[in-house]
């Protein structure tokens, strides 16, 4: 139950983020969706209008059809309705894009708060990617102890796909580093003195490159 409360809470997140940007039709909303949730995540109509018929009842976003009504009549088409933010639903949305608490940090809400970095306070930005970074370098130690116990047990394939995991997540860990150094760089611009260069984790190899991908 409290896992389907949390999905909710993101596709909400995820909605009003994207009416912020433009009102939208629910089958552009739906596409749109995808690409913030993550390929994997496919949202249903059977999700997507429960959620908007809430926030409609709410007050955080309204129905319009009017720009379409005329032109469907016509051509004998039922009119598509457009969701709008309204001012109730700006105002919730950029509550929701100052939280930064642990929740920030899991997977599944990480993604979406970096899809609306754009609309978000720069020390807000810094602390979900250093809260996610610091989740990540304790996953990192968890695998790699893992994996230095159980490696002679393995056979090569599942060796294999646990050593891929390690390395996904060593990648995602230095590309996080890079986003947290762009982010000091930006506040020194405005505080020469706030700057704080991170330390990327080095993988088995020494490496230190970011990767332009995170892979959770």
């Not at 005329?70 to 105002?91: P, W």
């Not at 891929?164 to 990648?171: A, I, M, P, Q, T």
């Not at 505080?191 to 330390?199: F, H, K, L, M, V």
């Amino acid at each position: 139950m409290a896992r389907a409360a949390r999905r909710g809470e993101l596709l909400e997140f995820a909605v009003l983020g994207l009416l912020h940007e433009a009102p939208l039709h629910g089958y552009e909303l739906r596409k749109r969706l995808g690409n913030v949730l993550g390929p994997l995540r496919a949202i249903s109509y059977g999700s997507l209008y429960p959620c908007l018929k809430d926030l409609v009842a709410r007050g955080l976003i309204v129905e319009d059809q009017s720009g379409e009504a005329a032109a469907s009549a016509l051509a004998g088409r039922r009119a598509r309705i457009s969701y709008t933010l309204t001012a109730d639903g700006k105002e919730h949305f950029a509550e929701l894009v100052t939280r930064a608490g642990p929740e920030a940090w899991e997977d599944e809400r990480f993604g979406v708060h970096l899809a609306f970095f754009g609309r978000t306070a720069g020390d807000v930005r810094l602390r979900i990617l250093e809260g996610r970074r610091s989740r990540l370098e304790e996953r990192l130690a968890a695998l790699r102890g893992s994996l230095g116990r159980t490696r002679e047990r393995l056979d090569e394939y599942t060796l294999q796909l646990q050593q891929y995991g390690l390395e996904s997540v060593e990648r995602e860990v230095r590309w996080l580093g890079g986003l947290i150094d762009h982010e000091h760089q930006l506040k020194a611009e405005h505080d020469p003195g706030a700057t704080r260069p991170s330390q990327p984790v080095q993988g088995p190899s020494g490496a230190g490159q970011q990767s332009p991908t995170a892979h959770g």
